[in-house]
Structure formats: structure tokens, C-alpha cells
């Protein structure tokens, strides 16, 4: 089995800043897409910033500038790091990984996902 796990999470003051942390482990081949979403009370779960296994980057327009996903492929982990929070950004904050495994000799990929980390913002 897969298993994320993140860190990093908690309660900082509006103008700071926060770094996620997400490992990835188990019979992992190997891992294309990496990403962080997050989820507010009463609200869907949104995309935050998602990178490939070549680095290329996507934010959404709320954090553009003050957010930064990179990872660390050897280690199969994936970070977020966060500047300038704002206390609309209070919210649990998942990482997900597109993992390639092999399930009975076939190469398989499947989407897996953290179990969350909560990060709050005060104003």
C-alpha cells in the first residue's frame, strides 16, 4: 500500500509564514503529479499548487506569490511553502500523489491522498 503523511500545519498570525511537508511511502515505482488542495468549513476542496515529476508548477490565482510548491524526488516528498498567510487561507490542507505501482506484475498508477493538516491563520 501507499501511505501520505503531512506535517507542518498550525496556527501562525496573518503576515507569517508555514512549510508542509508530505512523504509518500511504500511500493512506490514511481510518482508523476504531486499537489496540495485544501478544504475550509462548508466549502469543497480546492487546488492549491500542484508540481510534475519535471518540476513544472501550477498555483491558483488566491496564492500566486506568496506560495511555493517544490519536491524532492529522491525522497518522494512534496512541500509548500507558505508566505504572507492571510486568514482566509485557515483551512485543512491535503497533499496528493499520482503513484505508479506494479499490482500483480502490471504497472499501475493511482491517486493517493494525506489525511490532512490543518493550518489557521489569525488576524
Known amino acids: 500500500q501507499v501511505q501520505l503523511v503531512e506535517s507542518g500545519g498550525g496556527l501562525v498570525q496573518a503576515g507569517g509564514s508555514l512549510r508542509l511537508s508530505c512523504v509518500a511511502s511504500?511500493?512506490?515505482?514511481?510518482?508523476?503529479?504531486m499537489g496540495w488542495y485544501r478544504q475550509a468549513p462548508g466549502m469543497q476542496r480546492e487546488l492549491v499548487a500542484d508540481?510534475?515529476?519535471?518540476?513544472?508548477?501550477n498555483y491558483a490565482d488566491s496564492v500566486k506569490g506568496r506560495f511555493t510548491i517544490s519536491r524532492d524526488n529522491a525522497k518522494n516528498t512534496v512541500y509548500l511553502q507558505m508566505n504572507s498567510l492571510k486568514p482566509e487561507d485557515t483551512a485543512v490542507y491535503y497533499c496528493?500523489?499520482?503513484?505508479?505501482?506494479?499490482?500483480?506484475?502490471?504497472?499501475?498508477?493511482?491517486?493517493?491522498w494525506g489525511q490532512g493538516t490543518q493550518v489557521t491563520v489569525s488576524s
Open positions: 496528493e500523489a499520482d503513484v505508479i505501482r506494479y499490482v500483480a506484475l502490471v504497472r499501475s498508477e493511482g491517486r493517493y
Open positions: 511504500g511500493k512506490i515505482v514511481g510518482i508523476n503529479g
Open positions: 508540481i510534475t515529476s519535471g518540476g513544472t508548477t
